[in-house]
C-alpha cells in the first residue's frame, strides 16, 4: 500500500486550519461517502472557556468574532460528523494533539 492510497479519502480540520480558512468545508462540494473526517478544536477556543479561564479580554472578543466553535459545528454537520474539543487546549497547544489525531485517523 502506498502512502497516497492510504491518505486519499481523509480529511482533517482542526483548529488551525478552520482560523486560516475557517469557511473552506461550507464552500466546497460534500465528501464523498467512505472518507473519514476529523475536525477538531480546542477548548479554549470557544469565548466561554477562554473567559472562564481567564484569557484577556481582547482574546476573547476575537474568539467570538471567528466564531470557530460555530463554524466547526456548521462543518460538521454539513460533513455528517462531529467536533472533537480537545480539553484545555488553546489555539497555539492545539497543534501537535491535532496532528497526533490526524495520524492516528488514517488507519482507521
Given at each position: 500500500?502506498?502512502?497516497?492510497?492510504?491518505?486519499?479519502?481523509?480529511?482533517?480540520?482542526?483548529?488551525?486550519?478552520?482560523?486560516?480558512?475557517?469557511?473552506?468545508?461550507?464552500?466546497?462540494?460534500p465528501v464523498p461517502a467512505g472518507q473519514s473526517i476529523l475536525i477538531t478544536i480546542g477548548e479554549l477556543e470557544t469565548p466561554e472557556a477562554a473567559m472562564a479561564a481567564g484569557e484577556p479580554a481582547n482574546r476573547v472578543a476575537r474568539l467570538r468574532a471567528r466564531d470557530m466553535a460555530g463554524r466547526a459545528a456548521a462543518m460538521a454537520g454539513r460533513l455528517g460528523t462531529s467536533v472533537i474539543v480537545l480539553p484545555g487546549e488553546n489555539h497555539d497547544g492545539l497543534l501537535a494533539l491535532f496532528l497526533a489525531r490526524?495520524?492516528?485517523?488514517?488507519?482507521?
Open positions: 500500500m502506498k502512502l497516497a492510497d492510504v491518505i486519499l479519502g481523509h480529511i482533517a480540520a482542526g483548529s488551525p486550519s478552520i482560523w486560516t480558512d475557517p469557511d473552506w468545508f461550507l464552500r466546497t462540494a490526524a495520524i492516528n485517523s488514517l488507519w482507521k
